[in-house]
């Protein structure tokens, strides 16, 4: 039984990889001038273009489907090849090094960790290096099966359980999960509930707290680093000396 649903799995994967066309918003970065403004740690969010892509923008009603990580020269010697910069989790590779021509063509956004020390970047991108070779979350067959089917309109309060793969193997992973363990192992904030306490005080009568609650691992979704008030937005496009008054117009 476990067989089967493994190959069930894998071709629902096959199927969820292929590429379709997708009409973009935003145009692409070019590589070279992505890769001069990313720093290790980064989290590369992109718009991909396969079946699964689809299912991830209309679910989290955002343009962002993937999310990688930038290790830069963090990763030197211990990745695939000299040229990878990335590490991902794949839907049929699993957690994976790439270099940036895998992002080709495709729109992409900065999100950039505040405040992070070298040995804390270290740290981050050291705990998705670690996970090379994990495999990507296929157990539950039936939370990949239902992108085969027409998706009705959800509230907002289940939304974002329904592209949690839960399988609980901690050799799996999807790519936002990833990059949020990594974070949360150092305690860095990525999107978490907030509760507030009051902490009146005579010399503070109106004092509150805030309480940090971590965020199960398995419910991040990419567009979280995009909208986290913890992460800095970069956009190599207008970084430097951008000139509005140097475009040239048809």
């Known amino acids: 039984m476990r067989n089967t649903l493994a190959k069930i799995g894998r071709g629902l994967a096959s199927f969820l990889s292929r590429e379709r066309h997708v009409h973009g918003a935003t145009p692409p970065t070019p590589p070279d001038r992505l890769l001069s403004y990313l720093e290790p740690a980064d ?50 590779e699993g957690v994976r090094s790439v270099g940036v021509e895998a992002f080709a063509g495709m729109p992409s956004r900065i999100c950039r960790p505040v405040g992070l020390t070298e040995a804390e970047r270290r740290a981050v991108t050291g705990f998705a290096i670690a996970h090379l070779g994990h495999r990507y979350d296929l157990k539950n067959v039936i939370d990949l099966a239902r992108y085969l089917l027409p998706t009705p309109p959800v509230p907002v309060q289940i939304r974002r359980r329904m592209i949690a793969f839960g399988s609980g193997d901690p050799t799996r992973a999807i790519c936002s999960t990833l990059i949020a363990q990594a974070f949360q192992a150092l305690q860095y904030p990525v999107l978490p509930f907030v509760e507030y306490r009051a902490a009146a005080t005579e010399d503070c009568p109106e004092c509150i707290d805030e309480i940090m609650h971590i965020r199960h691992h398995s419910l991040f979704v990419p567009r979280d680093f995009d909208v986290s008030p913890y992460f800095r937005i970069v956009k190599p496009t207008i970084e430097g000396e951008f000139d509005f008054r140097t475009l040239k117009w048809s």
Do not use: C, P
């Open 43 to 92: 989290v590369l969010l992109v718009d991909g273009n396969s079946q699964i892509s689809t299912a991830i923008k209309y679910l989290t009603q955002s343009t962002w489907s993937h999310a990688a990580l930038y290790v830069g020269a963090f990763g030197e010697g211990r990745l695939a090849r000299s040229t990878h910069r990335f590490i991902e989790a794949d839907l049929m």
